[in-house]
């Protein structure tokens, strides 16, 4: 009878493993957004702060060393943005291969 209702074991390995497959997907599709996300809102910072630290008195068109500080500003930004993200997958790595004995 077990034909009947869908095969036995080898079909439940089957639907196990599909049902796996899909949340790897998922996963991935969840991060991905995360980053997208993350990019996002960094550039949204870099505008807001940048912005308002370099141009005093918005007109037409940026001055040279407008333009100057933004290019340090938002390259700062970006460093500093590496620079946490390196740190922060090195830390979820290192408590993954402990066995995420560590708390936060």
């Known amino acids: 009878m077990s034909s009947f209702f869908g095969g036995g074991a080898a079909s439940s390995a ?5 049902m796996n497959a899909r949340k790897e997907q998922m996963k991935q599709q969840i991060q991905q957004e995360l980053a997208v996300a993350n990019a996002q809102q960094l550039i949204t910072k870099i505008n807001e ?8 008195s918005p007109s037409a068109s940026l001055t040279s060393s407008e333009e100057q500080c933004l290019g340090r500003c938002m390259n700062l930004y970006m460093s500093a943005f590496d620079q946490v993200s390196r740190s922060y997958v090195a830390r979820v790595s290192k408590e993954r291969a402990g066995g995420m004995g560590g708390g936060l």
């Open 49 to 56: 702060n940048c912005f308002e630290k370099c141009v005093k």
């Open 14 to 18: 089957g639907a196990s493993s599909d």
